[in-house]
Structures are given as structure tokens and as C-alpha cells.
Nanobody, 127 residues
């Protein structure tokens, strides 16, 4: 059974930093496209970042480019999202997600391309 579990989020002031982790079991993240998504109240879930299998290329939403980094630790089977220069607009529930195993990411940075999901963790950024 595939399980994705995000670490606890948190509350930070604008300009601050936060790191999210996603521990995965029943699945080898190195062999799959992994991603982070977020959803603010009243808004659709949107893609934040994704990383190709084998820790290859990364893709970021324009809104977070240059501020967020996605990475993975294959030994811990854990996905990370490093967030810096946080803004109030970054406030949302953050989800990690995985595609079916494959050699590369399929589709765009969009929820429908991802098969497995964590339960989400809340990030609040105050001004």
C-alpha cells in the first residue's frame, strides 16, 4: 500500500523559510515523478513543483520559482520542499503527490497527472 505523509507545516512571517518533508512507504520515490501541490481556501489545487524520476530535472510554478526548491533523499525515501522568502500568498494546504512509476514525468504540473496523495499539511504566512 502506497502511503505519503507530509510533515507538520507551520506558521511563519513573510520573508521567512520553512521546509516540508514527505515520507513515503510502499513505493520507491526515486523511480517516480514526485510533486508538491497546494490549495488555498476557495481555490483549486495548483502545482508547486515536481521532480523527475532518478532525481532528474525539476519544474516549478512561476509563482514560486527562485524561492522554492524540491529535492529527495532516496535513502530515506523522502521528498522535500524548501520554501524561502515566503509570502502571505503562499498560505495554503500543501500536498505531496506521486505519479505511477515510470522513466519520466507524464503530463503537466497538474493534479490529474498524479495518482497518489498525502493528506496535506497547513502552511500559514503572515504579513
Amino acid at each position: 500500500q502506497v502511503r505519503l505523509m507530509e510533515s507538520r507545516g507551520g506558521s511563519v512571517q513573510a520573508g521567512g523559510s520553512l521546509r516540508l518533508s514527505c515520507a513515503v512507504s510502499g513505493y520507491t520515490i526515486e523511480r517516480a515523478c514526485m510533486g508538491w501541490f497546494r490549495q488555498a481556501p476557495g481555490q483549486e489545487r495548483e502545482g508547486v513543483a515536481r521532480i523527475q524520476p532518478e532525481g532528474g530535472g525539476t519544474t516549478f510554478a512561476n509563482s514560486v520559482m527562485g524561492r522554492f526548491t524540491i529535492s529527495q533523499d532516496k535513502d530515506k525515501n523522502t521528498l522535500y520542499l524548501e520554501m524561502s522568502s515566503l509570502k502571505p500568498d503562499d498560505t495554503a494546504m500543501y500536498y505531496c503527490a506521486a505519479q505511477q512509476s515510470g522513466y519520466w514525468c507524464v503530463g503537466g504540473l497538474e493534479p490529474r497527472s498524479f495518482a497518489y496523495w498525502g493528506q496535506g499539511t497547513q502552511v500559514n504566512v503572515s504579513s
